[in-house]
C-alpha cells in the first residue's frame, strides 16, 4: 500500500480490453502467444482497491497479466500495444513497476526480494505477485512463501484458482480438493481466490495450448 491509487476501471474495461485482443489475435496479427482471462475481474478489482495498491507497489505476474498491468495503471494503449509486439506473456512496464515472466514459478523468488529490499531499506510499498493454482503447487511457491512468513515480508501471494494447468484438472494432481497452504500459517501471506475462465489456458483454443 501506498501512494493513492483509485481504481478507475471496470469489469467491463477489463472484460473488453481482452476481447479486443481476442479479436485481434484472430485475424492473426499477433505473432506471438497470447493468454486471455475472463471471470475473475472483480476479484482483482476488490483485490487492488483493498490493498490499495498503488504507485510505490510492486505487482508481479506471469503470461496472463494484461488485467493486471491496466489495474496497476499502465495506459490501455501501453498494454495493447506491447501485446501486438508479442510481449503479452511477459509484460514489463519498469516506471510502473509492473514485472511478468511467462515462466512458471520463476518470480516467486523475486518478489519476496523486493519485498525484503522494500522493508530493510524502510521504503513504502509492497509487492504484490499473482499465480495460478498448479504454481501455488510448485517448490518455489513453497520456499518464498516460507521466508515471507518468517520474515514478516510486504508482499502477497495472489493464488487464481481456475482448478486447470492447461488442460489438466489440478485437483487430479494434487491428489486433494484444497491448496497445500489451506489452513496453514502460511495463508497470512496468500490471497486465494476461484474462478472460471472463460477463455481456452492460452490463444483461442484452435491451435496448440502450452
Ligand atoms: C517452467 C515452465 N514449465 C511449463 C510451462 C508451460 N505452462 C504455461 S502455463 C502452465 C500452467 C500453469 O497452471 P496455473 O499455475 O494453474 O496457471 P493458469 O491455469 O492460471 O494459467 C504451464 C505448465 C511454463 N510456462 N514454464
Redesign the pocket.
Known sequence: MASENKIMLTKDDLKDFEQEIADIFATGAIRAPV?L?AGREEHLIKIFEDNAIGPDDYVFG???SHELALLKGVPREEVKQAVLDGKS?SLCFPEHNVFCS?????LMGTAAGVAWALKNQKKSGKAYIF????????GVFHEAVKYAVHFDLPVKYIV???????M?D?REVWGSADPWFKGTKFEEKIIYFQYK?TYP??GLGWKIK?
Open positions: 493468454h482471462r506471469h503470461w496472463d506473456i511467462g515462466i512458471v514459478g520463476s499465480c495460478g493454482d498448479m504454481s501455488s503447487e510448485t487464481c484458482d481456475n482448478g486447470l494447468s492447461v489438466t489440478t475462465n489456458h492460452s502450452f
